[in-house]
């Protein structure tokens, strides 16, 4: 069974630092990943992937500050989040499994995990 597991999430001031982790499992081969996220009356938005060769691509309202990464022996990927801005505050998601198409529209992505909080004060 295919299962994405997100953490890490919490809150932080702005200019402060959060690393989020996503946990695959049943997945049979390495896997390129991407992080999204959704703020509350917002769509769902792709803000970061990484190839298993560690190609990745970033959203230019992150970019400089956020940094994604994979462990493919942990069958991990994570982001790392600095310089945090309140318009970071988000539900942030990961997905697996890139199926074609923009990579930064959510219907690019097979799998999903639940979810993990952030939220950034001023």
């Known amino acids: 069974q295919v299962q994405l597991v997100e953490s890490g999430g919490g809150s932080a001031q702005a200019g402060g630092s959060l690393r989020l982790s996503c946990v695959r499992s049943?997945?049979?081969?390495?896997?390129?990943m991407a992080w999204f996220r959704q703020a509350p009356t917002k769509g769902r938005e792709g803000v970061a992937r990484?190839?298993?060769?560690?190609?990745?691509y970033y959203d230019d309202s992150v970019k400089g500050r956020f940094t994604i990464s994979q462990d493919n022996a942990q069958n991990t990927a994570y982001l790392r989040m600095n310089s945090l801005k309140p318009e970071d505050t988000a539900m942030y998601y990961c997905?697996?499994?890139?199926?074609?198409?923009?990579?930064?529209?959510?219907?690019?992505?097979?799998?999903w995990g639940q979810g993990t909080q952030v939220t950034v004060s001023s």
């Open positions: 049943g997945f049979n081969t390495e896997n390129t």
């Open positions: 990484i190839s298993p060769a560690g190609v990745a």
């Open positions: 997905a697996a499994n890139y199926i074609g198409g923009s990579w930064y529209e959510p219907l690019s992505w097979k799998y």
